[in-house]
């Protein structure tokens, strides 16, 4: 099992950035394939990014692509969102996953990962 735990939320002007954090705890961090959801009020929880154990692969929902960016850190069992030129419509909760997936694999439906984080808060007034 894992356990992850997010940061890196807050209040922001549609425009600016933010850089979310995920660090997990237990040292098979890299067996898993990572990914981060949001969920707004009112909204099913999506996806948003993800990037497979081995780091190389990623994928992004076409709401996000060319604006916000994945990346993990074996050394510090930990996974990044960079958030660029946010909009008011990426306000949400945002959860931080774990899936157990092989090497090249980035899983973008919610019921393929098992650990999820608490979630961070992320709100984009304009």
């Known amino acids: 099992q894992v356990q992850l735990v997010e940061s890196g939320g807050g209040l922001v002007q549609a425009g600016g950035s933010l850089r979310l954090s995920c660090t997990a705890s237990g040292r098979t961090f890299s067996n898993y394939c990572m990914g981060w959801f949001r969920q707004a009020p009112g909204k099913e929880r999506e996806f948003v990014a993800g990037?497979?154990?081995?780091?190389?692969?990623?994928r992004y929902a076409d709401s996000v692509k060319g604006r916000f960016t994945i990346s993990r850190d074996g050394a510090k069992n930990t996974v990044y969102l960079q958030m660029n030129n946010l909009k008011p419509e990426d306000t949400a909760v945002y959860y931080c996953a774990a899936a157990s997936i092989p090497n090249t694999i980035v899983v973008v439906t919610a019921g393929n990962y098992a650990y999820w984080g608490q979630g961070t808060q992320v709100t984009v007034s304009s």
């Open positions: 990037i497979a154990r081995s780091g190389g692969n990623t």
